[in-house]
């Protein structure tokens, strides 16, 4: 890919990631177990790991958006380390947002085919969690489909060079 490709895609990912970053940090600001409870009584410990995941995932596109920001100040524009950031916020953030790690809710694949939300939670959770998961699923996935080039790619690339 070219250098103004690169790079444009880099601007892309940017606004996204402090679009997203925005939505999070309002979200968590105001959230917290016992008002998740009051909204809907349920799984204390599973309410804490929902917050977990999503405060690691604000951390993630935090340190993606910084690393976006200082290569898109340098000059000249340096493709590799683009290219390598790219591959970071796919794999840091996307794959986080869509199968966590520490299984706070997983992707339903199917749910692609029938034009459903494919993010699915293991319990019951409160109607603000779902709306924010829903609200930030479509750029996500979108964000996913646009940056699945540089996780073959970048990977093609490093064993090439081994």
């Known amino acids: 890919m070219g250098n103004s490709l690169v790079k444009m895609q880099l601007k892309d990912v940017g606004e996204f990631l402090t679009s997203t970053i925005g939505t ?19 799984d204390s410990s599973y309410y804490k790991l929902i917050l977990s995941n999503l405060r690691k995932l604000l951390v993630y596109c935090e340190e993606g958006l910084d690393a976006c920001s200082v290569i898109l100040q340098s000059e000249p524009f340096q493709k590799p380390p683009a290219e390598k950031t790219l591959y970071r916020i ?3 953030c996307i794959e986080e947002f869509f199968s966590p790690k520490n299984d706070a809710w997983f992707e339903d694949s199917r749910s692609a085919y029938t034009g459903r939300n494919s993010i699915k939670f ?41």
């Open 24 to 42: 999070l940090e309002n979200y968590l600001n105001e959230t917290t177990i016992s008002k998740m409870e009051q909204e809907l009584s349920g």
């Open 90 to 92: 796919f794999h840091q």
């Open 122 to 162: 293991y319990k019951s959770v409160p109607e603000s969690v779902q709306k924010l998961v829903k609200g930030l699923e479509g750029e996500f996935q979108r964000v996913r489909e646009e940056l699945e080039y540089y996780e073959t790619d970048y990977r093609t690339k490093m064993i090439q060079s081994k």
